[in-house]
């Protein structure tokens, strides 16, 4: 009987998607020595080039479930992962802390009893005489913002992240294969994914990371699984410095559920949207600094200077993400709705030990 290293060393699996997701389950792998080829016809237009980069986790309110269960493992696998890739990129990390504020009192009381029953030390209220709070207030030009801080969550920029990815994937000869795949199948003990142009790619194994489209590869009477759009808009805006500080600000934060990064002294980020939609709804000002009853002038007077926008797949009747054997080498792990970024560890090491019975 062939050892597990030896099953390891000649399987050969094929996953298709090159976002987040896709590129950290070939990392995983392929740290385990399998051959892995991953396949994607538009790897630089995927929704992880849009993302934005915010790992909520410990802030994370909902501490029971599968949700949390997932966070909480990529919590502790993050720092590691981080540590690994900087040997190919030695800037990449995770800029801390991350601020969550409102303006509603109900809410407020909601995040105070969070931090009081968990009693983390990371965790911490910000009331309105922290000087994140004034340096907010005084920016935004109001004065009822609170929340909370979180010293251990933080942001990591997708563009850099998959960048590093690719570096690594490519260092351990990782196939990269821009094609589209429109029909997959088993014949005897393997799987064959046939591309648009009628190519034959045999492989052990098929981990479908490719969102939306997942479900156009699965036969629908045997598996039951629906996927919706949810698209997410960005915007980059320039603003007059003279009227405000922008470095005075926390390097990342939200309030009333929009993310903001500051990039300089005048420019802003402010993500993102969740439109059930393919395409992006046109009043994307106006749709993206609604967070507060009055603008700051500063922000009412501010010029677009970049849009950006990913399509990700929410699943139908089902928590996201949808993380499943569908059949004996055959793998879903898709529907990101949220958090794809923060989850991919995780989700990645539930892969990898699926395979690695599979092939025990």
């Known amino acids: 009987m062939k050892s ?6 000649k399987a050969h699996i094929v996953i298709i998607g090159a976002g987040i997701i896709g590129k950290f389950n070939a990392l995983e792998l392929s740290e385990l020595g399998f051959q892995v080829t991953i396949i994607d016809p538009t790897q630089l237009q995927n929704s992880s080039n849009a993302a934005l980069g915010l790992l909520m986790g410990n802030m994370y309110q909902k501490r029971r479930g599968r949700s949390w269960d997932l966070r909480k493992q990529s919590i502790e696998l993050w720092p590691q992962w981080i540590t690994f890739l900087q040997k190919f990129n030695c800037e990449l990390n995770i800029q801390k802390p991350l601020i969550q504020l409102t303006t509603n009192e109900e809410k407020f009381k909601k995040l105070e009893k969070f931090i009081y029953d968990n009693n983390d030390l990371n965790l911490q209220i910000l009331e309105r005489d922290s000087i994140f709070i ?7 030009q109001t004065k009822n913002i609170k929340g909370m801080i979180s010293y251990e969550d933080g942001r990591i920029d997708a563009l850099s992240l998959l960048k590093t990815l690719h570096k690594y994937l490519k260092h351990k000869k990782v196939n990269f294969l821009e094609e589209e795949i429109i029909k997959i199948k088993k014949s005897k ?10 190519e034959k790619i045999k492989s052990d194994m098929v981990i479908l990371c490719n969102s939306l489209k997942a479900v156009d590869l699965i036969d629908s009477l045997s598996h039951d699984i629906k996927l919706k759009p949810v698209l997410g808009q960005a915007m980059e805006i320039d603003i007059n410095y003279a009227e405000v500080d922008l470095l005075s600000l926390p390097k990342q934060f939200n309030i009333n559920g929009k993310n903001i990064i500051p990039k300089s002294r005048n420019k802003l980020i402010i993500g993102s ?7 992006p709804d046109e009043n994307i000002f106006e749709k993206l600094t609604n967070f507060l009853d009055k603008k700051p002038n500063w922000l009412m007077k501010g010029k677009i200077s970049k849009t950006w926008f990913g399509i990700r797949s929410r699943p139908v009747g089902e928590p996201s993400p949808i993380m499943k054997n569908l059949e004996d080498g055959l793998i879903i792990c898709t529907g990101f709705y949220k958090n794809g970024i923060l989850l991919a560890p995780a989700c990645s090491k539930w892969v990898a030990n699926e395979i690695k019975s599979y092939l025990s």
């Open 134 to 140: 004034k340096n907010i207030n005084k920016a935004f």
């Open 4 to 9: 597990l290293k030896e099953n390891f060393q």
């Open 189 to 198: 003990s393997q799987w064959i994914s046939i591309t648009k142009n009628n």
């Open 273 to 279: 949207t969740d439109e059930y939609s393919t395409k």
